[in-house]
């Protein structure tokens, strides 16, 4: 069984760091591309960061020189370093992975606070 979860979340001041760990486990293909997206109340979900195949990376714009995403490809893992961060950037924080375009898995999310 897939499974997909992220960990790191929590509450911090303006201009602090957090950084988030996503493991997905369970998958028996390679991963062709990993990403984290994030959705305030009442907003849309977003993509934050993503690696594909491993050594493609973009940012949205909002967060470029601020967060940092890596990967350990043997591990199926992501982290995505965050800092100098905003109350703006307070979200829940969703990890995925896509196998192929019909094959996807969402974490279940975690929370991000930033708040004096």
């Known amino acids: 069984q897939v499974q997909v979860v992220e960990s790191g979340g929590g509450l911090v001041q303006p201009g602090g760091s957090l950084r988030l760990s996503c493991a997905a486990s369970?998958?028996?293909?390679?991963?062709?591309?990993m990403a984290w997206y994030r959705q305030a109340p009442g907003k849309q979900r977003e993509l934050v960061a993503q690696?594909?195949?491993?050594?493609?990376?973009t940012y949205a714009d909002s967060v470029k020189g601020r967060f940092t995403i890596s990967s350990d490809n043997d591990k199926n893992t992501v982290f995505l370093q965050m800092n100098s961060l905003k109350p703006e950037d307070t979200a829940v924080y969703y990890c995925?992975?896509?196998?192929?375009?019909?094959?996807?898995?969402w974490g279940q999310g975690t929370q991000v606070t930033v708040s004096s």
């Open positions: 995925h992975a896509k196998l192929t375009t019909s094959t996807t898995y």
């Open positions: 690696i594909i195949s491993g050594s493609i990376i």
């Open positions: 369970g998958i028996r293909s390679s991963i062709y591309a």
